[in-house]
Each structure stands twice: as C-alpha cells, then as structure tokens.
C-alpha cells in the first residue's frame, strides 16, 4: 500500500490567502507580490486587497492561512514571467501595462548602474545622484504601477529626531535600499548610509533652516520658498523624501518649473521641516499645489490643514483661485474636503440678512472668489455636504442644525491658522520671466 503524502502547493507570486494583520487579531485577504529568502526562510512582499499600498508588507509563513490559498487566476493576460526585482527579489508582472513600465525601469536601471560606475561617491557617503529624466507634469508625474516601484525599497528613515518607517518605494540609489536605516540631514536633506558619514556631515553642513526665504512666521511656525532652479540639489532631495509618503507619481528631476513651500517649526536647534507642497511656476490648469506633505510624526495635528490654507493664501495674493493637482490621494481628498468644507461653512454662516430682514444671498462665483477656491471644487464640496436644494425655482442652501454645530466644533478644535499680515511675499509673474 502506498501513502500519497498530500502536497501542498507552492506560494508563488500571484496566490491570494488571508493574512494576518500586524495587529495580531484580524485576517484579511491578501496577494502575494514578491518572496525572498532571509536566513534560510521565506517571507513574502504582501498587498492586502482593497486596502492602500502603505500597508503592504513582508509577512512570514506563520502569518498565513495557507490553507485557504487560492492559486493566481488563470484568466489573466499577461503571461506570467519572472522578473529580477531591485533588492533582489523575484517577482511577478500581473498587466501588460506593468510589462511594458517594467521594461523602462529596467532600462532606467541599467542607466543608473552605468553611472554609478563611472561616478566616484562624494566623500561625504552621500551616493551620487541618479541621472536626470524628463519631466512630463508636475514635480511627480502619476506612474503606472510596475513591480519595482510598487513595492517599498527603504526600511527606515532617520530625520531629526524621528525615525520613520516610509510608506512608498522611492528611487534613492540602490545601494541605500541594503541598508537598515537611511540618515537624513533634517536641514539640507542630504542623504547618507550611515550614522558616522551623518555625523560627518552635520560638522561641515551649515544650514540650520531650509534654503530660500523665510516667507512667513508665526507662532512657531515658518514657511520657506524655494526655487526649483536656484536651490536644485536641495528641491531633488525633498522630492525624495515626499516620494516616500506619496503614492501615485513618479519622482523627476527637473524641478526648475516648481517652487517649494516648506513648512517648519522652529526651536533654539533650528527650523525642522514638518511638511511642504510644491507648485508650478505657471500652471495652465489652474494648479495652485502640485505634491502636498505633512511628514507622519507631525500628521493628523491641523498642519495638513495649515499647508492647504497657505496655498490659498498664495493664491488669493495672485488674484486667482486655484486647485490641487490630481489624482488626489486618500489622505488628500480627506484633508481638502475637510478645508473646503470648513472655509465654505464658515463663509456661509457669516453672511448677515440684507435690511429688510431678507435671506442673505451669496453666488458659487462670490464664494470662490472670497476663498480662491476654484468653482468646482465649491459645487463639489456643497454637493458632498449634501446643502444644496432646489426650491420654488431656485437653488437654495440649506444647512441643518447638527451640521452647523458640528462645524463650530471643527472650529473650535482649529489649533493653528494663517495670519495674512505675517505674509511677507509677492506673486512673480514667470510668464514675463523668458527663462525661470
Ligand atoms: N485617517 C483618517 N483621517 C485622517 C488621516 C488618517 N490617517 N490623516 C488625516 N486625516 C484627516 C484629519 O482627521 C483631518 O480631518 P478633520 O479636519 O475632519 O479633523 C484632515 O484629514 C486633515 O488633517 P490634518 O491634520 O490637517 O492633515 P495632516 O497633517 O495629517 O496631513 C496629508 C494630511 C498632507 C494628506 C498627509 O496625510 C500626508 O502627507 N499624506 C501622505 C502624502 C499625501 O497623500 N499627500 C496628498 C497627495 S494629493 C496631492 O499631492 C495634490
Ligand atoms: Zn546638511
């Protein structure tokens, strides 16, 4: 008699299982993206399904539920291959979109080995740059979504006095994907290997604020604007740091058409960045804000907020109304929602009857030019808040009482706003400029 022992199948790229989540309580359906070898065990590169790219993660097999593991569907149709991923891993294209982005990464790979080649390592221990790549819109363009840069290269990050785990694949040079933890100058953004070649470089780095000039400043908070063109190795260093907390765009090098707008708070150490948005000099969509960040130690505590507000700000010194570049993220369609939703309220519940005691009346047109919203971010916002009704003829605004107190509530919370008088900044017309 023979015993069939029953195999089990293999986890391969592609298989989908539930998983459990890091907080050791919940199983949620997951796709394997990648697996590599650690010490003679396998861990794999895991997608939870339906939730954002930041959670994806590398999960042992005891977090499995190999049991309930479906094989890769059949039906797609791409052929499956493998592919030799950045750190070494084997992969999986799953789109013939991915088939062919893959193919530029790796032309783009091997570019970037060829210079590395022929580049000696600045003796600080900062790796030299990466070649330069054509912009197409935007500091960040929106990139479609290839095995390289779906999944995260960097472990850690030290910044300050932060360590912080990045959410999103950046394109730092491959040598920093191998090491523990990247140093960050939190003043110039220089990145290094190690704590000795940071420690190094903190001897010789002047700088204790970013570049640029310090545009605004008040109650503990500063804004700095920085020429894209002027202060270039600083913008290309915080397009990578951004990159590793924005999803959906792609990082290139030219930054020459953008300015900076950065945000930090400042003690007796000097200014420490908490977050930024950069905007095109001339924008012909209206754009008002290209990549928008407040970094995770200083999130969810108004500064999202207070960026938005700035741009804002800028734009009403313009004489324009503007709008975010998109796609929006999650975590930015929240924050704007919220800022729209708050300015526009506010407005609304300001207005005082005319004399005669008559309902006060306010145009789309009137709100946006009071806020420098842009029109249809008005409409879009009051349909969200579900206030516009159609009565005997006419729209008309109508607002419930929850939802009046909810927003003075909201108010009350605001911890920190910008003060227009401690704006010291004029609009430069980059039309008239010939070359920025
Ligand atoms: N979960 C739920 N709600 C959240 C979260 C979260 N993780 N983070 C922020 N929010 C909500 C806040 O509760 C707040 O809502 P409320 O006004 O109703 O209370 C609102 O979003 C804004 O909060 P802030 O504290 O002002 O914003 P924060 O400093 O956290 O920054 C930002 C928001 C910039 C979007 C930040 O999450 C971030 O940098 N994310 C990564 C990068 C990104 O996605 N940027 C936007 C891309 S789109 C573009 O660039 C144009
Ligand atoms: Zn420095």
């Not at 094989?71 to 797609?76: A, E, G, H, I, Q």
């Not at 095995?147 to 850690?156: D, L, P, S, Y």
């Not at 842009?374 to 605004?397: A, F, P, R």
Request: with cysteine.
């Amino acid at each position: 008699m023979t015993i069939m022992a029953e195999s089990r199948p293999d986890l391969i790229e592609g298989c989908r299982l539930p998983v459990l989540l890091s907080n050791g309580e919940e199983w949620h359906m997951a796709e394997i993206l990648s697996k590599k070898e650690v010490g003679g065990r396998n861990i794999f590169y895991i997608h939870y399904e339906d939730f954002n790219k930041r959670l994806d993660e590398w999960v042992s097999e005891d977090r499995m539920d190999i049991g309930r593991m479906e094989l890769p569907r059949k039906d797609t149709k791409t052929p499956k291959k493998e592919g030799k991923a950045v750190n070494g891993t084997t992969s999986r294209s799953s789109s013939p979109d991915r088939e062919l982005v893959n193919g530029s990464a790796q032309k783009q790979k091997a570019l970037v080995a060829r210079k590395r080649k022929t580049v000696e390592e600045d003796p600080d221990g900062q790796p030299e740059p990466l070649p330069k790549i054509p912009r197409q819109t935007g500091s960040m363009v929106a990139h479609h979504d290839d095995i390289v840069t779906r999944m995260k290269n960097i472990e850690m990050i030290e910044l300050g006095r932060y360590r912080i785990k990045p959410w999103y694949f950046s394109p730092y040079p491959q040598e920093l994907t191998n090491v523990r933890i990247v140093y960050i100058c939190e003043f110039c953004l220089k990145y290094l290997k190690s704590a000795k070649c940071l420690e190094r470089h903190l001897m010789k780095c002047l700088l204790r604020h970013p570049p640029g000039n310090e545009i605004y400043r008040k109650d503990g908070v500063s804004f700095f604007e920085i020429d894209g063109r002027k202060n270039k190795t600083y913008a290309q260093n915080l397009c990578l740091l951004a990159k590793l907390f924005l999803d959906h765009k792609t990082l290139y090098y030219d930054t020459d058409p953008f300015l900076f707008y950065v945000l930090c708070e400042h003690d007796d150490k000097g200014y420490h960045i908490v977050g930024y948005f950069s905007k095109e000099k001339e924008s012909t969509e209206d754009y008002n804000v290209a990549c928008i960040l407040t970094l995770p130690p200083y999130q969810r505590r108004g500064y999202g907020k207070l960026l938005i507000e700035f741009s804002y700000e800028l734009s009403k010194f313009e004489g324009k109304t503007g709008s975010p570049e998109k796609p929006l993220s999650d975590l930015g369609l929240l924050s704007y929602r919220s800022y729209w939703s708050q300015t526009i309220l506010d407005i609304l519940l300001n207005l005082k009857p005319n004399e005669a005691g008559e309902r006060p009346i306010i145009t789309i047109n009137e709100i946006s030019e009071m806020t420098s919203i842009k029109k249809e971010d008005v409409i879009s916002t009051l349909q969200h808040l579900n206030l516009i009704n159609y009565y005997k003829g006419q729209y008309i605004i109508t607002m419930s009482a929850d939802q009046i107190e909810s927003h003075s509530k909201a108010m009350a919370k605001k911890l920190i706003t910008i003060d227009p008088k401690c704006l010291h900044w004029q609009p430069k017309d980059w039309s008239k400029r010939g070359k920025w």
